[in-house]
Structures are given as C-alpha cells and as structure tokens.
C-alpha cells in the first residue's frame, strides 16, 4: 500500500503563485505515475497535471488545457514525489486539490483509474 500526502495549499491572490507538494511513502514501485486532480463546490473532480516515468525517454508531462502554460508539473523519481507550480492563478483555480498515483505509470483523466489518492489540499484564489 502506498500513503500520498499534500502540502503546500492556501489563499493567494488572482495573479499570484502557489506551490503545492505531494509525497509518498509505504511500498515502492518500479515504474509508476504521479498526477494532480481538483475539484470544486459543486463540481465534478477533473484532471489537472500528471508526470509518468513508464517510457523510455523518461518522464513525460500532461496537462488540462485550462492550466497549460501557467502550472508546471515535476517530480523525483527515486523520492516518489511530485510539485506542481501554480502561476497566474484564476478565481477559477479555486479548488480542492488531490495527489493521486498509479503503480503502473500510466496516466489518464478519469479519476478512477489512479490506484492511490492523498487526502487533498484546498487551494482557494481572491480576485
């Protein structure tokens, strides 16, 4: 079994940045994939950012099209850990954010292929 826990959530202002961390700890796996989901009040969990070290070329890097080019996803193979840098951050942001895993490094948007989910951290943008 595999224990994720998130550090890193709290209020920021519409413009500014956040930077939230994701760390995990029990047993190990070889290749596996770490990854970032969020939900809102009233909203349906979705995907956010996600990191795999299944290929070959090393770690690949997904993201929602509502964050490109403003949050950065990164993660130490060997420490099973995963940030995510949150820049220009909207009101829309606003969300509970979850660390997920998936032992087998793949990656994917629907919330119930991850095998393993941290507890959350809430994340809220003032405009």
Known sequence: QVQLVESGG???QAGGSLRIS????????GRYAMGWF???????????AA????????????????????????????KKTVTLQMNNLKPEDTAVYYCAADKRGH???ATMTWDYWGQGTQVTVSS
């Open 107 to 109: 990656i994917s948007s």
């Open 22 to 29: 994701c760390a995990a700890s029990g047993r190990t796996f």
């Open 51 to 78: 990191i795999s070290w299944s290929g070959s070329s090393g770690g690949s890097t997904f993201y929602a099209d509502s964050v490109k080019g403003r949050f950065t996803i990164s993660g130490d193979n060997a």
């Open 10 to 12: 709290g209020l920021v």
């Open 38 to 48: 969020r939900q809102a009040p009233g909203k349906e969990r979705e995907f956010v």
